[in-house]
């Protein structure tokens, strides 16, 4: 059967930012294969090998009629939706770009400090953002059942977050960590930096009531795993996620993509998406 969807106008048209990375090629093969969107642009950064040749073929599959381009600007025009995880400083960059114009930028990446947030939360006065450091729909769930435990249980339960990932992740800790550290400081009604203890090391002193601490594992090809540990005295609960397959991810940015098309100008995020 022939495959009209390239033509089919109205179907939403989706650009892949960093399409040489290990979720860009997942993001777009998962692009590809909906009926509900199609692949009209990829983008990597200036230098890769993937410039130029047409985005299936660089991937080592079939041909999608699609150039990797190093310019978002022209990647981006005619489309609705911008699927970008990569690096902060390629985020940062393209959120104006995304904005100016009119295309919806969905950001999985993260690793981003407070200053890269201030740069995209700029653009959100004219452009459609949905940001969340994991798109999977169990961690979401996870971060209000953490948020609901962090309220119920009272400071005599320490709260430590553990995670662990692949070899190749640049960033500690992980952007669900930070998410799950948030949701947990919410219900117990304080900001985040207010309760935050980086990876301990050395003569730390005995740990802090009410603190939030959080530890990194690196290793192997482990995709995701988190676990938000409440230890109090006789008891622990332990409320965990492992992500066993990338394409996780890649569903829920896809989601993401389409339910940002003709959303009004703000900063969104997985919740809003999923509605929960
Ligand atoms: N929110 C979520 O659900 C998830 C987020 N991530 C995050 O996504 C990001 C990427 O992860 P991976 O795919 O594993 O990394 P990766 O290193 O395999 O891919 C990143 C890609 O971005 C490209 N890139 C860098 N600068 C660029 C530029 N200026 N223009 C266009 N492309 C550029 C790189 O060349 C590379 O291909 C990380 O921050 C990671 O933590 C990863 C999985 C799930
Ligand atoms: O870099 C990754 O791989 C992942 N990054 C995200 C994070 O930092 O939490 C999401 C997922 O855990 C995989």
């Not at 009209?4 to 998962?30: E, F, H, K, N, Q």
């Amino acid at each position: 059967m022939t495959d009209t969807r390239a033509d089919d106008s109205t179907t939403p048209g989706i650009v892949i930012m960093g399409a040489s990375g290990r979720m860009g090629r997942m993001l777009t093969a998962a692009v590809v294969a909906s009926p509900a969107m199609r692949l009209v642009g990829a983008v990597e950064r200036p230098g890769s090998d993937w410039i130029g040749q047409d985005a299936g073929e660089a991937a080592g599959g079939a041909a999608l009629g699609v150039v990797v381009t190093e310019d978002a600007d022209a990647a981006l025009a005619g489309a609705q939706a911008v699927i970008d995880f990569t690096t902060p400083a390629a985020t940062v960059a393209l959120a104006p770009i995304a904005a100016q114009a009119g295309v919806v930028h969905v950001i999985g990446t993260t690793g981003l400090t407070p200053d890269d947030i201030a740069a995209i939360d700029a653009v959100t006065d004219r452009g459609v953002v949905v940001r969340a450091g994991n798109m999977s729909l169990g961690v979401n769930l996870l971060m209000q059942l953490t948020r609901k435990v962090a309220q119920a249980l009272d400071e005599s339960f320490d709260i430590e977050i553990v995670e662990t990932h692949h070899r190749h992740k640049v960033d500690a800790p992980s952007g669900t960590a930070l998410m799950l550290g948030e949701a947990a400081a919410e219900g117990r009604g304080h900001p985040l930096d207010d309760l935050y203890v980086a990876a301990r090391d050395g003569i730390t002193g005995a740990r802090e009531t009410g603190s939030i601490g959080f530890s990194a594992i690196r290793g192997g090809d482990v995709i995701g795993d988190h676990e938000v540990i409440f230890a109090g005295e006789g008891e622990r609960i332990i409320l965990s996620h492992k992500a066993s397959d990338r394409t996780l991810f890649a569903r829920g940015a896809l989601k993401a993509a389409l339910w940002g098309v003709g959303k009004a100008p703000g900063h969104y995020d997985m919740l809003d998406v999923l509605g929960l």
